[in-house]
């Protein structure tokens, strides 16, 4: 009798005869068609989770979609570079690398100078709309006292007045008055 090596689950191996194999072999086949036989059963679902197994289906179609979008976009950001990469190359061979080096200082220069200039111009807005904000909501504030003789201010009016112009003056300059 023919003896056979069989590796186990634990890493270790056994000899075992071939009607034994073969007797694990029918057994697998049988609990693989009970399987199945379990797999038709199944098939009457609720139509409840038909219907969510089509949203699901739905679902993976359009990731799939976006999957193939995301794979063209790369390819073409990769063929961009190697091409923006290779003129650059070109270029720095037509103009030399000496040259390409005095000029770096500049052009690092100039990028720190947009960014603060991007940043002062941020500022200037944000103090722009907190003023046109105080302005719009102090052209308000006298109408309150005309109902008071002309000339003649309550101090309630005046006091807004005057919390409202401190806080219209620029931060750089300090108020001083009442």
Partial sequence: MSQQIQDQPDGCSVRSSPEKVLKKLDSIDDDITEAGDDEEEEEELDPRVQEELEKLNK??????????????ANCLFRTLLTDSTHQLKTMAQK???GHIEKARPYF????????????LIHE??????????CHQSSKGMPGRGHSLPEGIWSPCC???NNHIGRREVPIQFQFVGV
């Fill in 108 to 119: 690092e220069a100039m990028e720190v100078m947009i960014l603060f200039k991007n940043l």
């Fill in 59 to 72: 679902c993976t179609d359009e990731i799939n979609k976006l999957e193939l979008q995301l794979e063209d």
């Fill in 158 to 160: 005046c006091q807004g």
């Fill in 95 to 97: 103009v030399g690398s």
């Fill in 124 to 133: 200037c807005s944000l103090t722009m709309s907190m003023s046109s904000g």
